[in-house]
């Protein structure tokens, strides 16, 4: 390539973001440990989800960033009349404009040596090597998630479900229910399912399979998937402020879609007893019905615990009328800094969508979790929270697929309370070790993350 004469040649990453919340922060923790190792980065997603990030977060101290179009520069996937008529615009402009900025970069005399791109968009492993490029899809999910869409996508598991239980390489039972939404409820959302199943359509070109996972959470699964791919697992994704070891260069934590309310939340925590609050929330996307809603408000407030319930502001209509400010135990805000409220000595449990995000996050920072999924990958994860990792209870759901106020109330008393609770705050100590330790000096993921920063460097 061509060769900078004056500065030591060090490799250079493209790292592509699908717009989402829960899909860019995990893409930019990575790339902060890779340039933390000396690889220069170039953070890319869209130009609308960039334009609706305030700027002042994206002044980050030494990635790039840069955007490509997805043929919705001025309203994003809002501005097409669906996910479908969305998605395909997408496909037809993404790997042009990626395309163009790779030939941008090779002219300005920084060509990349390497696009690590979110394995939904699939198309970025043909541009990456169209260019010469080495090419690594970076799943966002679990790998169990991925071994259920990986043999859906071999046409090994028939969709709508018919079994009773599946039995998959390296996993445990799974009943229906614990299958990713898409799949159970086929039908109701052809076009994600599409999405999740094409990851794996060109995989078989890719350099490396990258993982925001941990191996000692999905051991098994992922040494069936390393038999079959360069996988490697280097999670959690979570900024290193928040673990034991910081990075000297780690100063911003993240990028946010919402204006969090930092002082409030803070505040608020810094005079509540040790473990005694139930932290709620459900994520950057999830939508509860009304009747969800409000069962889930008695049951916080039932419990007689102190709660800071994060409700974003397209949600709030459905509080039940005067919940607010009804409870000096409870603080209602459209968005929080949920690292550090998750970090806080205060908080005692999670209610949780079991966003994949989420639930890194909360075994990161050894928090117990009370797992209500809603839809995609949640029922998966909740699975593994409930039964493989046991950090975790899951509240019954009654037949019209509501989980009661009773049930609420029961799984927070239970884990704020009870025996069984101490077994679950136990175990969740015993993961936040595990996951803290994959990402530190010799870990899992730190070896992992080495090796693939010393072949980048040899290519
Ligand atoms: N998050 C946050 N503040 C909140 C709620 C969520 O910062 O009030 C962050 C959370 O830390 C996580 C992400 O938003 O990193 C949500 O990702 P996840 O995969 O859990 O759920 P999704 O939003 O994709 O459904």
Redesign the pocket.
């Known amino acids: 390539g061509m060769e900078n004469q004056t500065t030591p040649s060090s490799a250079h990453c493209v790292v592509l973001a699908y717009p989402?919340?829960?899909h860019l922060?995990p893409l930019l923790q990575f790339a902060k440990r890779l340039n933390h190792r000396g690889v220069k980065i170039t953070l890319v997603s869209t130009h609308f989800f960039w334009k609706s990030i305030s700027t002042k977060q994206l002044s980050l101290s030494s990635l790039t960033i840069e955007s490509i179009s997805d043929g919705y520069d001025d309203a994003g996937q809002e501005g097409a009349e669906s996910l479908k008529v969305y998605l395909e615009k997408f496909w037809e402009v993404g790997p042009q404009t990626l395309n163009q900025l790779l030939h941008k970069l090779a002219e300005s005399g920084c060509p990349a040596d390497c696009v690590v791109y979110d394995s939904f968009l699939p198309w970025a492993l043909d541009v990456a090597k169209d260019n010469g490029l080495v090419g690594a899809p970076f799943l966002t999910q679990s790998c169990a998630v991925n071994d259920i869409y990986f043999h859906a996508h071999k046409g090994l598991i028939k969709v709508p479900l018919s079994e009773e239980k599946y039995l998959l390489p390296g996993l445990v039972e799974l009943e229906p229910c614990d299958m990713p939404s898409f799949i159970s409820v086929y039908g109701s959302y052809p076009v994600v399912w599409q999405l999740v199943v094409d990851t794996f359509a060109n995989i078989g070109k890719a350099d490396w399979v990258l993982s925001n996972s941990v191996y000692e959470l999905e051991e098994e699964v992922v040494d069936w998937m390393m038999k079959i791919w360069p996988l490697r697992t280097i999670g959690p994704t979570v900024p290193s402020m928040f673990l034991d070891k910081r990075l000297e260069d780690d100063k911003d934590y993240?990028i946010?879609m919402?204006n969090?309310n930092n002082e409030t939340c803070m505040k608020w925590l810094n005079v509540k007893p040790k473990a005694s609050v139930v932290y709620v929330?459900f994520?950057?996307?999830?939508a509860l019905s009304e009747e969800q809603m409000e069962e889930l408000a008695w049951g916080l407030k039932d419990s007689n615990s102190h709660f800071l319930w994060?409700v974003r502001s397209s949600e709030e209509a459905k509080l039940p009328k005067g919940f607010v400010g009804s409870s000096e135990k409870a603080l209602v805000v459209s968005?929080?800094?949920?690292?550090e409220v998750l970090s806080h000595d205060a908080v005692g449990c999670f209610v949780t969508?079991c966003?994949?995000?989420?639930?890194l996050?909360a075994l990161s920072l050894g928090v117990p979790l009370i797992a209500m999924p809603q839809w995609t990958d949640q029922g998966t994860n909740a699975k593994h929270i409930v039964d493989v990792w046991k950090t975790g209870l899951k509240p019954l759901v009654d037949e019209k697929g509501i989980v009661r106020r009773e049930a609420i109330e029961h799984c927070i008393r239970e884990i704020m309370e009870s025996e069984r609770g101490k077994e679950i705050r136990n175990n969740a100590v015993k993961w936040r070790s595990l996951a803290r330790n994959a990402v530190d000096d010799g870990g899992s993921s730190d070896k992992n993350i080495e090796e693939f920063v010393a072949k980048l460097k040899h290519s």
């Open positions: 989402a919340q829960g922060n993240g946010s919402f969090p929330s994520g950057s996307l999830a994060v968005w929080c800094p949920q690292l969508h966003g994949w995000n989420s639930t996050e």
